[in-house]
């Protein structure tokens, strides 16, 4: 709907009113500010002025203590303010650019006038306290979102507020312009989305509070599910609506959850930077962040090597033509399962009759306390105790027989030649530590009795030895977790194989272990094996989990999260149709869930692609084999190019073409997608010379503008204005469809799909008129 000059002036009269209020609450606390900023200098000049220090008597310090720990609580009170009142500042100065991007009129129940609600990132109340704009998080915004002109209701938490609404218009404002206006009858109208959707890519993940959609905005504010899960389509948001949703539970639950109660498990690094600038847009800081590899590697540190998931991806995309390559195909899948998440439960339970082993307990070369004792002392105990009871039972009489131990061991001739060795400093320390502790037993001669010194000195050195076997202990580091896994591919068989192909995946399997290394199917049972044994390192503080990719986790890999933090709520968001990693198994997580009695599931689909011009989705959705559910937006572009090349030299001089005329037309991002990392290397290194272009890979964990090498298994969740898929004529196994489907999925303007050899497999099936065709 247009709007009229009139309105149109009037806006902008708003707009440079509300900037105005702002920018003068801008400047107010931008001296308030200044005034806590010389407050801190001055304390920190100041802070051993103001403090009495006298140690001479106990009463004196403790009150010495006292007054530093006040000095210190005052200074780090101050420090805090600076800190929010920073943050409101870097706040206002958004408004100051953008102070909102939509208005309601609404006139409520029992009221006689209309009222106007603008929305904005943040709310902000006039010298009056009256609100010029409200938090788009605030329940009176969900209206601008779910809502269609007429009679609305929304919730609080006082109950349900009735009205009707007679206006919804959504706002571009820039640098303090309106730049453009609609009016809508829709929840979020085609004209903003055309606006934003129609610009460049950018380094970072955009916010999306003004064009948040219905079934968005259910995923943002759902607080009533213990796990949500969010199946979307390629560019239908997910991401987007999940990092608003972060925002959301630190608005809502402000009090009582910080960032640092949210954990975000991202499929990489780049993809960590990429959305790092979504929360702080928003003035929230991040949640916290991690990568499932990373956080394997946290929880098994020391013990084994674990193969990347990249590594793997690499394996699965090469000719698999050997035994011990097929073994482990069917392993990768079996090890991902249900079944054998199943299997590794009964193997478990057997472990309380038999089969537990145990690691020596050394000093230095020598057996301290044997795995065969420590073995003997496990099953000594009542078998009726948990594994996780049993284990904190040994580890209390182990640390009592290690204090009798480290009594005899201080009579032996290496403890007495180790203390004839002692420098200066070590001689020194125990000197002190011995006249603090027996002040009134000795006297300052206590080191001239020869008997004295060498039994305080054994001690030492002995302490010192014994110290970090102590720390082994309670780790329960005397727990042999590499051998208890191998036993899972030790005893019997599998009713899931053949007896060879069980023999296989048992080989490669045991043959990696006895390396100390874990394939990165084996990491997850691993540790889940590791946690179920011990069962003490539950995650409480964590209240919310995110995990975006959701698709490619395995049974296995989710069994072991919701074990291992077990009261937070879980939102997993995943897409079918991108299962691209091998224990994915076709994404069948959505349809395995191991929901816990008593906790509530929810699960929203995300039908309608924003990412792409229709021209592609409409290309992309031809790729799968079913895609009827995927919904284009209706942003016009050209067809999806698709060029013939004649060998390797051909395909490296059409690329270069393509980015010269990509870059010429505008083009901020271009990504050249390769099939695996080695294709990518060996692109790169042809190209880095005619073009300035940047290789990314598995430890990159930065993304900037401008050309880009990229294997497609780590462009997921990225976009870019103009995708070339290099060559999609290695793409030729039906295992790797979703691939290439999702390589594809990337591009948000323009998609060139380049090929030698022989034309690929998937695109045979695409009609015609959805794509051009060039030869060269």
């Avoid at 601008?144 to 209701?153: A, I």
């Avoid at 129609?198 to 959609?213: C, L, P």
């Avoid at 090469?318 to 299997?343: C, M």
Wanted: glycine share 4%; charged share 25%; hydrophobic share 35%.
């Amino acid at each position: 709907m247009s709007i009229s000059p009139q309105d149109w002036h009037k806006e902008q009269d708003r707009v440079n009113h509300v900037v105005q209020q702002v920018g003068k609450k801008k400047i107010s606390m931008e001296k308030h500010l200044t005034n806590i900023k010389s407050d801190i200098v001055e304390i920190r000049k100041s802070f051993w002025d103001d403090v009495r220090v006298n140690v001479d008597e106990p009463h004196e310090l403790i009150e010495t203590f006292t007054t530093i720990k006040q000095q210190a609580e005052f200074l780090s009170e101050r420090e805090r303010s600076h800190g929010h009142g920073y943050g409101q500042i870097v706040k206002l100065e958004r408004l100051m650019q953008s102070p909102y991007f939509g208005r309601i009129d609404v006139r409520f129940e029992d009221e006689k006038e209309t009222a106007p609600i603008y929305l904005g990132i943040a709310s902000f109340l006039d010298q009056e306290d009256q609100f010029l704009i409200y938090d788009w998080r605030a329940p009176i915004s969900s209206l601008y979102y779910d809502s269609l002109p007429g009679q609305v209701e929304y919730f609080t938490p006082n109950g349900v507020v009735k009205g009707s609404m007679s206006l919804k218009r959504q706002f571009i404002i820039k640098e303090s312009t309106i730049k453009g206006m609609f009016d809508t009858g829709l929840a979020i109208g085609d004209e903003l989305l055309q606006e934003v959707l129609g610009q460049h890519s950018d380094n970072h993940m955009k916010t999306i509070v003004a064009t948040i959609q219905k079934e968005q905005n259910k995923i943002i504010r759902d607080v009533d599910s213990h796990i949500l899960l969010v199946q979307g389509a390629a560019g239908s948001g997910k991401t987007s609506a999940a990092l608003q949703r972060v925002a959301y539970l630190l608005y809502k639950y402000r009090e009582t959850i910080q960032a640092e109660h949210i954990l975000l498990f991202s499929p990489n690094t780049l993809f960590n930077h990429y959305i790092s600038s979504v929360l702080p847009e928003l003035g929230e800081k991040n949640m916290q962040q991690t990568t499932y590899q990373d956080f394997l590697h946290h929880k098994v540190s020391g013990e084994v090597t674990i193969e990347t998931p990249f590594a793997q991806m690499e394996f699965s995309l090469s000719e698999v033509d050997s035994a011990t390559n097929r073994a482990r195909v069917l392993g990768i899948q079996y090890k991902s399962s249900l079944p054998f998440l199943e299997e590794l439960d009964q193997y478990i339970n057997s472990l309380i009759k038999d089969g537990f082993v145990f690691s020596d307990i050394l000093l230095g070369e020598k057996v301290l306390i044997s795995s065969s004792y420590i073995k003997e002392l496990f099953y000594s105990i009542d078998s009726t105790s948990s594994i996780p009871n049993r284990i904190q039972m040994v580890k209390e009489h182990l640390l009592k027989k290690l204090k009798r131990l480290a009594k005899r061991e201080m009579n032996e001739k290496w403890v007495e030649e180790e203390t004839q060795y002692l420098d200066k400093a070590d001689y020194l320390e125990a000197y002190q530590k011995l006249q603090r502790k027996n002040k009134k037993q000795y006297s300052e001669q206590s080191f001239n009795d020869l008997a004295s010194e060498q039994k305080f000195l054994s001690k030492l050195v002995v302490r010192t030895h014994f110290k970090p076997i102590r720390q082994q202990i309670n780790a329960l580091n005397f727990i042999d977790y590499n051998n208890i896994y191998r036993g899972v591919f030790k005893a019997g068989s599998s009713n899931s194989f053949s007896v060879d192909e069980w023999e296989g995946i048992c080989k490669f399997t045991l043959e990696a272990l006895k390396q100390e290394e874990l394939f990165f199917e084996d990491a997850a049972p691993y540790l889940y094996v590791k946690e179920r044994i011990t069962g003490i390192y539950k995650n409480t503080s964590v209240r919310h989990i995110f995990i975006d990719e959701a698709q490619d986790y395995s049974a296995v890999q989710l069994a072991t999260l919701y074990m291992l933090f077990p009261h937070s709520r879980f939102t997993l968001l995943g897409d079918f149709n991108q299962a691209i990693f091998p224990q994915s198994v076709n994404g069948t997580f959505f349809k395995e869930q191991l929901v816990e009695d008593g906790k509530s599931k929810k699960s929203i689909t995300l039908t309608k692609s924003y990412r792409s011009t229709k021209q592609i989705v409409d290309f992309t959705k031809a790729l799968l084999e079913e895609s009827n559910h995927i919904e284009p937006f209706n942003r016009m572009g050209s067809l999806p190019l698709i060029v013939a090349g004649e060998g390797d030299e051909d395909l490296l001089q059409l690329t270069v073409d393509r980015i010269k005329r990509e870059k010429e037309t505008g083009s901020e991002s271009v990504a050249i997608i390769c099939k695996t990392a080695t294709e990518s290397e060996n692109v790169y290194e042809a190209l880095k010379e005619k073009v300035d272009l940047k290789l990314i890979k598995g430890e990159t964990s930065t993304f900037e503008k401008g050309v880009v090498v990229v294997p497609s298994y780590l462009a997921k969740g990225i976009e870019f204005d103009s995708v070339i898929i290099y060559d999609a004529s290695v793409y030729r196994r039906e295992s790797e469809r979703k691939l290439f489907y999702t390589a594809c999925t990337r591009a948000m303007h323009k998609l060139f799909i380049q090929y030698s050899k022989e034309v690929n497999p998937f695109l045979k099936s695409v009609p015609k008129e959805l794509y051009e065709k060039a030869d060269r």
